[in-house]
């Protein structure tokens, strides 16, 4: 511990959040908070889905503190990506990827406030496989963050010891600071800039959670008239218990599998009605863009 020199740390951490500032913009959101965004390639920014609204405004202000006018190319609900095109040349360097990350690992998250830069570090508190998200997105990692920082950084980078990204900060239940990795930032990317949005399966009908000694699933409340739901013969009061096989366990459950992988995918429900069960063969469609 002796030849630990606490100010070359300090000045490296510093250093390494310095060298990304310039990767970084911040932007007002619709809860009249600031949010980051970063960077990603060829003049496109990335930040968090939830910070950003439709139809709205959007104006960056980048590092060098100028203020530019952004288009909201599209929005994945599913990953919690948005991507932003400054308008005119917006130049701003972009960041390399980061090797394979362990518990303990260094991480430093990038903000930026109005022009000014952010930076905090802590440790990767949880590395995980892949996950699916609680809007059906599939995660390519689970990684947690054991960082305390504010709604600021949300939407930015965060980094590893050597400066590299890992991918961007969001926020999860509680305000649990984590990480979308930079492959399904990629993933993302790649599917906004070519259709501006990520197709969404859609079933068509309104669920309520059931928990009872007879069914334990999504009881259908509802069905829109041109969905998927109603023209394969689902009516109101039908209790979804199963998905090819696989137990419901209720709305919830159901929307995760609602993925952008599942439009136009065939599936088996198994349903209950007035008491018995049955199977119902439908293809899930492309959820209406709102």
Known sequence: ???????????????????????????????HRTATAFHWRDGYFVTAEEAVEAGEEIELTLASGETVKAELVGRDPSTGVALLKPAGAATAPALARADAVRPGSLAIAIGNSEGAALAVFGTIGEVGPAWRSMRGGTIDRRINLAVNTSGRFEGGPVLDAKGELIGMLLFGPRRRALVMPYETIERAVATLREKG??????????????????????????????????AAGLSLGDIIVAWNGETVHGPRDLIR???????????????????????????IGEKPLS
């Open 197 to 230: 949005h990520v197709a969404r399966g859609y079933l068509g009908a309104g669920l309520h959670p059931v928990r009872d000694r007879d069914a334990y699933g999504a009881m259908v409340m509802s069905l829109d008239d041109n969905g998927p739901a109603k």
């Open 257 to 283: 599998r609602l993925g952008p992988d599942s439009a136009g995918a065939p599936v088996t429900l198994g349903v209950v009605r007035g008491g018995e069960q049955r199977d119902v063969a439908l293809t």
């Open 1 to 31: 511990m002796s030849d630990f020199n606490l100010s070359a740390f300090s000045d490296a951490i510093a250093d390494i959040a310095a060298t990304a500032a310039p990767a970084a913009a911040s932007f007002a959101t619709h809860h």
